[in-house]
C-alpha cells in the first residue's frame, strides 16, 4: 500500500501581473483564464528567492541575456521537480477511490490500489502517485455528507487550502454538497474539475440513448452549477470500468495540460515583470543621460547625432547586440536564426516601442536617403533627443520581446 501523508511546506506568491495571458497556453487554456494560479514554492527549493529576483536583475541590467537564459534554465528545472497536489473529493461513496485508481489505470485489487467499497471506505486522507503524472500526490479523501459536518468544516478539516487542484466527483445525483463544494472552490479561486461516475450504470439502466443521456447528464450538472451562481468547470463524464473511453482521455488531456499551468503561468508572469522593470528602469536612466547631453561622455559613443552608432550602443547595454543574441541562441540550443522576428513578433515589438519604431518606417525619405546623408543633415538638439529616444525605445522593446521569447521557450520545454 503506497498510501501515506505527506505534508509539503509550501509558500505562495501572488500572481503578479496579467499581460503576458495571450501569450501563455492553448487557446484551450482560456476558458481557465479566471482562475488565479499561485505559484507553487517549495520554501526550502529557493525557487524565486530574493537572491534569485536579484540575480535576474542583474543580469537584466547588465545587458547579461545569456546570463538571463541560465537563471530561468536553473529556476525551469526547480519547478518542473515541484509537487503538484490533487485533491479527490465528493459525497462518501460516489467513487471517489475508484476514480483514483482508474486515473492511475491500476485495479481495485491490485497492491496500491485505494482501497474501495460499498460500505463507507475512506476514513482518512490518503496520497497516491502515479507514472503518468510525474510530480503529482493524488489525495483520496474521506467523502462528505456521511456526518452531518457542513461542507465549511469539512473543507477546514481536509485542509482544502493546500491543495492546487481539486476534482468534485459525483454519481447518481449532482447534490446540493457537489454544489456547495463548486461554490466553495470557486470563492477560493481554486482550480477545479467535476467529474460524473459511473456511466457504466446510468447506460445500462436509462432508457435514453447514450447521447441523449450524456446530454441530459451534463445538462443537469450545469444547470444546478448555475443556479448555484457557479461558472462553468470543465466537467468529464467517466465510467471507472472503461478508464480509456468516454471523457477519461479529455480528462487525462486537460490535467496535463493543467499540471503545466499551474505550474509555470504565474511563474512567467512574475519572471517576464521582474526583466520588464528592470529594463524601463535603465531605458529611464539613459533617457536621463540623453536629456543631460552625456552619452558621448557615458556611453562612449563618438557622435551622438548617428543614429547607427546610438542603435549599435544602446543594443550592446541591452543585450541585444548581434553578438549577445547569437549566444542566446546558442544556450537556447537554437538556430541563429531563432530570434529573428517573425511577423508577429515584430508587430507586438512595434506596439512595445510606441510610435518611435513607425517614426523611422514613415520616415521614407529618411531611410531612402544613404546613412551619410543622415549623419552629415543639421540636427537640432531637440531632434537629436527625440532621436535617440526613439531609437532606445525601439532598442528595450527588442529586449522586451527577446525576454518574453526566452522565457516562453524556456517554459514549454522545461
Ligand atoms: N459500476 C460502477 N461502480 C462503481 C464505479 N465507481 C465506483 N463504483 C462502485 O461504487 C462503490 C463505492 O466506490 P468507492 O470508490 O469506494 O467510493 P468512495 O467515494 O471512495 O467511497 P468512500 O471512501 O466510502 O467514501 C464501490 O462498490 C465501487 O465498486 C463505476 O464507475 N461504475
Ligand atoms: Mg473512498
Redesign the pocket.
Known amino acids: 500500500m503506497s498510501a501515506h501523508k505527506m505534508a509539503m511546506p509550501t509558500c505562495r506568491v501572488a500572481p503578479l501581473l496579467t499581460n503576458m495571458e495571450e501569450e501563455v497556453g492553448s487557446p484551450e487554456d482560456k476558458q481557465f483564464k479566471y482562475f488565479s494560479d499561485p505559484v507553487l514554492i517549495p520554501k526550502d527549493s529557493n525557487i524565486l528567492s530574493v537572491e534569485v529576483i536579484d540575480r535576474i536583475e542583474t543580469a537584466v541590467a547588465g545587458g547579461k541575456v545569456v546570463e538571463v537564459v541560465s537563471i530561468v534554465k536553473e529556476i525551469v528545472q526547480k519547478v518542473s521537480r515541484t509537487t503538484i497536489k490533487i485533491a479527490v473529493t465528493?459525497?462518501?461513496?460516489?467513487?471517489?477511490?475508484?476514480?483514483?485508481?482508474?486515473l492511475r489505470l491500476i485495479g481495485?485489487e491490485e497492491e496500491d490500489s485505494?482501497?474501495?467499497?460499498?460500505?463507507?471506505?475512506?476514513?482518512e486522507p490518503a496520497c497516491y502517485s502515479s507514472s503518468n503524472f510525474p510530480y503529482v500526490e493524488l489525495w483520496?479523501l474521506?467523502?462528505l455528507g456521511?456526518t452531518a459536518q457542513s461542507v465549511e468544516s469539512y473543507l477546514d478539516e481536509m485542509q482544502i487550502s493546500t491543495y492546487d487542484l481539486i476534482i468534485i466527483?459525483a454519481?447518481e445525483q449532482f447534490s446540493s454538497n457537489h454544489v456547495k463544494l463548486a461554490q466553495a472552490m470557486q470563492s477560493m479561486r481554486k482550480r477545479f474539475y467535476v467529474v460524473w461516475?459511473?456511466?457504466?450504470?446510468d447506460l445500462s439502466t436509462s432508457a435514453l440513448a447514450e447521447p441523449q443521456l450524456l446530454q441530459s447528464i451534463q445538462k443537469n450538472i450545469r444547470e444546478n452549477l448555475q443556479n448555484g451562481q457557479v461558472r462553468e468547470p470543465p466537467i468529464f463524464l467517466?465510467?471507472?470500468?472503461e478508464p480509456e473511453f468516454h471523457d477519461f482521455p479529455k480528462l487525462r488531456e486537460t490535467l496535463q495540460k493543467d499540471l503545466t499551468v499551474i505550474k509555470y503561468d504565474s511563474l512567467l508572469g512574475t519572471l517576464y515583470q521582474t526583466c520588464e522593470d528592470t529594463i524601463n528602469k535603465k531605458v529611464e536612466s539613459i533617457k536621463k543621460s540623453i536629456d543631460a547631453d552625456n552619452l558621448q561622455k557615458e556611453f562612449g559613443i563618438s557622435n551622438p547625432d548617428n543614429p547607427m552608432e546610438s542603435q549599435r550602443v544602446f543594443q550592446e547595454i541591452l543585450g541585444v547586440d548581434d553578438e549577445s543574441l547569437r549566444q542566446v541562441a546558442l544556450k537556447m540550443e537554437k538556430p541563429d536564426t531563432y530570434f529573428s522576428m517573425d511577423s508577429k513578433g515584430l508587430q507586438r515589438y512595434q506596439q512595445d516601442s510606441g510610435p518611435l519604431v513607425l517614426w523611422y518606417d514613415s520616415s521614407t525619405r529618411f531611410f531612402s536617403t544613404s546613412l551619410d546623408y543622415i549623419v552629415c543633415c543639421f540636427f537640432s538638439s531637440n531632434r537629436r533627443y527625440r532621436q535617440q529616444k526613439s531609437i532606445l525605445h525601439e532598442t528595450a522593446g527588442k529586449a522586451k520581446y527577446i525576454l518574453r521569447k526566452i522565457l516562453k521557450e524556456s517554459i514549454s520545454h522545461p
Open positions: 465528493g459525497d462518501s461513496g460516489n467513487g471517489m477511490s475508484s476514480f483514483i485508481n482508474a481495485h485505494a482501497p474501495t467499497g460499498v460500505v463507507r471506505t475512506t476514513q483520496d474521506p467523502g456521511a466527483i454519481s461516475t459511473k456511466l457504466d450504470r467517466v465510467s471507472v470500468m
